[in-house]
């Protein structure tokens, strides 16, 4: 009987179902009315008893009384409530009439929770789901890798420099750059070619179309030879002693920069700075040449 | 054990794999690789010798093969002169872009609840990126926002995914109806990460640096970038985005450069600094289940061989 099951798996020895937490005991059977471990909520400590369950979104009522307490198969009583929350209402109603007030009630109160959670998985499933895409160590391992020994192929600083100076090259850049460097390599050349008495003038002519046209000489190694030719010659017109300094200094700048951090707009001012640099002495910066 | 001699004689039928005690295996093991190495060390040493005697008459040194060199030819590389290409750029859909009749305005937001990182990036990004206006989701369906951003004159859109609190996925889609790119995203390294950085990124238009897509799905990615800056850089800021592309491995970096000389430029990294991957190119806008895939990266398939690259 009844009670007696509840005597012995209520308080004193073991049910598989029951879950004690520090506050309440729960009851992990599935036809369980209202989950907690219970003399009036104990399915197997009650011969007439009723829960609501629902399966793939659709609310039944399950049924059990004494007449077929011995026929477990035949146990629970099935009946599949109507899909309208008011007239599922009804037929637990009708099906539970005259049954303890607490079954119908703890019946009726489960079967809005359902169907309350019920409508919110319908209501979530048109919203956007989250996919979730496993990943694979091995592939990440490998793409990770694969991304490292990439970037040290890339190199990317020489890269964008020389990108930089191949559109400095094309021009791209109009007149904000104007390096009279070409002007000077270019005068300096055709003065080798020519003696050192050619006119002042023409060379200054020479300059100022240099200075709007972009030509290139070849690299490094000239400029070094321009410099001991320079110190074989003796010049003394004023402007290519102004440009030697400036070209020293930009050579001796671009040799010693190292890695030093730049500052945009202080690092701007430095060919500013060159030109205060013309008006002093020049002999010093001569012998270090030489 | 004992030291190694100089020549060690072995039977004609000797492998060090055959002895099955694991320490003397090992212990010959090492001894045969120091005697590789030596033997390599001294054709080495030949070799440079042989070099100088010869001076001037020698052979020239041989190229060196990279995963470059070794590429497996890719037979949709565009060929710089190629009309076809020409004409089919000049109708695609950032034609007016290049023809300088749109402005190009960007849309940066996240998935659903961005982490500080996240958001963080959000906002350097849109430093970087000029006319650019970061908003936050709040749980809006993309495919909701596609018509409202098009209608207020949106012309990129930038989601950046977000996975246990670092972004790790970009997605972006050209609005009027244009393609939509689904990355990879990895290394994103914040301002504050940085070592070595400027100041902040002023507020001109940068330039723009595509290296390496060779391909016609690297061009129009290409060209999927380069839509999103204005077309004329305001050289006065100095500042530089570059996309280098690597194996397929999309590197951005943003710089501000400095000529020092007509020959030397200085660069310094300002700016986020992040890799892009693609993953898939679809041809309209967002849409994950009905949309049109252009190209879609396929592992089985495509990852088959070291040297075969897409971009």
Request: charged content about 35%; glycine content about 4%.
């Amino acid at each position: 009987s009844p009670q007696i099951v509840w005597s012995m798996l209520g308080n004193r020895q073991f049910c598989s179902y029951k879950m004690t937490t520090k506050t309440q005991n729960f009851c992990r059977n599935e036809y369980n009315l209202t989950g907690l471990c219970n003399r009036s909520s104990c399915p197997l400590a009650n011969s007439q008893y009723a829960t609501i369950r629902e399966e793939k979104g659709r609310c039944y009522l399950y049924m059990k009384t004494i007449e077929r307490a011995a026929f477990p198969r035949r146990l629970w009583e099935r009946v599949l409530l109507n899909k309208n929350y008011e007239k599922a209402l009804e037929q637990i109603d009708e099906n539970l009439i005259y049954w303890p007030r607490f079954i119908r009630h703890k019946c009726k109160q489960r079967f809005t929770k359902i169907t309350q959670y019920l409508i919110r998985i319908r209501k979530l499933t048109l919203k956007r789901q989250r996919k979730l895409v496993p990943l694979r160590r091995k592939i990440e391992r490998r793409e990770k890798r694969r991304e490292e020994k990439a970037l040290v192929a890339a190199q990317l600083d020489n890269a964008i420099e020389k990108e930089l100076l191949e559109r400095l090259k094309q021009d791209t850049y109009g007149d904000i750059y104007n390096f009279p460097i070409h002007a000077f390599d270019k005068a300096l050349q055709q003065q080798e070619a020519e003696s050192e008495s050619e006119s002042d003038a023409e060379r200054e002519e020479e300059d100022d179309e240099g200075v709007d046209k972009r030509e290139f000489v070849e690299a490094e190694d000239s400029e070094l030879s321009d410099f001991e030719d320079m110190d074989k010659l003796e010049t003394s017109s004023e402007e290519e002693q102004e440009e030697e300094e400036e070209v020293e200094k930009k050579a001796l700048h671009s040799k010693s920069k190292g890695k030093t951090p730049l500052k945009g707009p202080a690092r701007r001012k430095r060919p500013y700075i060159e030109i205060e640099y013309e008006e002093e002495t020049e002999p010093t910066t001569k012998t270090k040449a030489a | 054990g004992p030291p190694a001699p100089e020549r060690v004689l072995f039977p004609p039928t000797f492998s060090v794999s055959e002895i099955k005690n694991k320490q003397r295996r090992h212990f010959m093991f090492l001894r045969w690789k120091q005697q590789q190495r030596k033997e390599k060390l001294a054709a080495k040493k030949k070799r440079r010798k042989e070099r100088e005697a010869l001076g001037d008459k020698a052979p020239p040194k041989a190229v060196p093969k990279t995963i470059e060199n070794q590429r497996v030819y890719d037979e949709t590389t565009v060929d710089p002169n190629d009309e076809e290409v020409a004409f089919d750029e000049a109708t695609d859909e950032f034609a007016p872009y290049f023809n300088r009749q749109t402005v190009p305005k960007i849309l940066i937001t996240t998935s659903d609840r961005p982490r500080g990182r996240t958001v963080r990036f959000c906002e350097q990004l849109a430093t970087v990126i000029p006319n650019s206006h970061v908003y936050y989701r709040r749980g809006l369906a993309l495919k909701r926002i596609i018509p409202q951003c098009i209608a207020r004159d949106f012309t990129d859109l930038i989601v950046i995914n977000e996975d246990r609190k670092i972004p790790n996925g970009l997605v972006l889609s050209h609005l009027p109806d244009g393609p939509t790119a689904h990355f990879r995203m990895s290394s994103v390294r914040l301002r504050k990460e940085i070592k070595r950085k400027g100041k902040e990124p002023t507020a001109h238009a940068p330039e723009v640096i595509l290296n390496n897509f060779t391909t016609r799905l690297g061009h129009s990615v290409g060209r999927m970038f380069a839509s999103l800056f204005p077309h004329d850089p305001q050289f006065i800021g100095r500042q530089v985005a570059t996309f280098h592309n690597q194996r397929d491995y999309i590197f951005f970096r943003f710089h501000r450069y400095i000529f020092k000389s007509e020959k030397k430029v200085g660069i310094q990294e300002l700016g986020p600094r992040f890799t892009l991957k693609l993953r898939s190119l679809q041809k309209g806008t967002f849409d994950s289940k009905f949309g049109e895939y252009e190209w879609i990266h396929k592992r089985r398939e495509m990852d088959t061989s070291r040297r075969k690259f897409h971009l």
